[in-house]
């Protein structure tokens, strides 16, 4: 049972920063939010995750409340390669656990 | 590294027949998982190993699907008897269980199509 809702598509421009939310409320407070993204026919890639501070590597940002709520994926520059499905996950060290995800499409 | 490498890539087959789909983790890893993903239900979890000992198997649809991880180089999937419902693609993912248990590494997956 996924416990993050995620809008179901977003839009972006080429060369603009999409940010993609995720709403995890009853996040536990060992509980990680990772992100993860499927491009079209390839399987899931790791993006990047975090447990309360926010956390940038070279792929994303992840922005997460201070309550823990909530978290906000950051691609600061898309491309057309970035349109793939997002997946917002809690994890707990155990299984990871997909939901529905939000299909990004980035237009020129 | 090579990553994880999944075999077949695509299997058609008919209703009835046994179906095995193989799965090789990246070196080093103890954690292994297969996923199924259809249109209708997303990514399922199927089942999962520690160091080659099923650890939860709760998401295997029913006694027709078994998995087996012999070795830590090697998984196997079987679907027997294969049904028109069980068309999917699978995918196998590893990761080294640890600190950041919460990294997969996927593969690329087989499509099957069950006619």
């Known amino acids: 049972d996924a416990k993050t809702t995620q809008p179901t598509s977003m839009d972006c421009a080429e060369g603009r920063a999409a940010n993609l939310p995720c709403n995890h409320s009853t996040i536990s407070g060992n509980e990680y939010v990772y992100w993860y993204r499927q491009i079209h026919s390839q399987g899931p890639q790791y993006i990047i995750h975090g447990l309360k501070n926010n956390e940038t590597n070279e792929m994303a940002s992840l922005i997460i409340t201070e309550d823990r709520k909530s978290s906000t994926l950051i691609l600061p520059h898309a491309t057309l390669r970035d349109t793939a499905v997002y997946y917002c996950?809690?994890?707990?060290?155990?299984?990871?656990?997909f939901g529905t995800g939000t299909r990004l499409q980035v237009f020129p | 590294d090579a990553g994880v490498i999944q075999s077949p890539r695509h299997e058609v087959t008919e209703m009835g027949q046994e179906v095995t789909l193989r799965c090789k983790p990246i070196s080093g890893h103890n954690s292994l998982f297969w996923y199924r993903q259809t249109m209708m239900r997303g990514l399922e979890l199927l089942i999962y190993?520690?160091?080659?000992?099923?650890?939860?198997d709760s998401g295997m649809p029913e006694d027709r699907f078994s998995a087996k991880m012999p070795n830590a180089s090697f998984s196997t999937l079987k679907i027997q008897p294969s049904e028109p419902r069980d068309s999917a693609v699978y995918f196998c993912a590893s990761s080294l269980r640890g600190i950041n248990t919460g990294e997969l590494f996927f593969g690329e997956g087989s499509r099957l199509t069950v006619l």
């Open positions: 190993f520690n160091n080659n000992v099923p650890i939860d």
């Open positions: 996950i809690v994890f707990n060290t155990d299984k990871l656990i």
